[in-house]
């Protein structure tokens, strides 16, 4: 139970085959890897919450030191930038029912909407997106 428990000090050292890490950083880079097994995959999307210049060379040595051990963690990070057509084909399959997206909560375009709004994404306890509506005043 994340809300009474600290996943750093839970006893499942070495059980899992695959960690999708979706909130980056070093620390969930060290807690992430104790829980797996010889072997598994460890994927990021965030990365660390610093500069592009100074992330790439992080990240190469994550995968490097990695790869290098014998019966370690597989470690690979996804890096995306917005392309249309991409963006066109993820549009198409929403729209054909192939991608659910999961909304948390929405909040309104006010001062004390985007308040609440970047309390709830920093509270770490999101179980989907996370919505500012625009159009709502």
Do not use: H
């Amino acid at each position: 139970n994340y809300k009474t428990e600290d996943v750093s000090m839970c006893q499942n050292a070495g059980q899992y085959d695959c960690i999708l890490d979706c909130v980056g950083g070093k620390d969930y880079w060290n807690i992430g890897t104790s829980l797996l097994k010889k072997g598994g995959n460890y994927m990021t999307l965030c990365c660390d919450n610093i500069a592009l210049g100074s992330m790439i060379p992080r990240l190469l040595f994550r995968r490097f030191i990695r790869g290098a051990l014998p019966m370690t963690a597989n470690y690979n990070f996804l890096l995306t930038k917005s392309v249309g057509a991409d963006l066109a084909v993820i549009n198409k399959m929403v729209d054909d029912g192939q991608v659910k997206v999961t909304i948390d909560s929405e909040y309104t375009n006010t001062t004390e909407g985007v308040n609440a709004m970047f309390k709830r994404l920093m509270s770490n306890r999101c179980k989907g997106k996370v919505v500012c509506n625009w159009a709502a005043e």
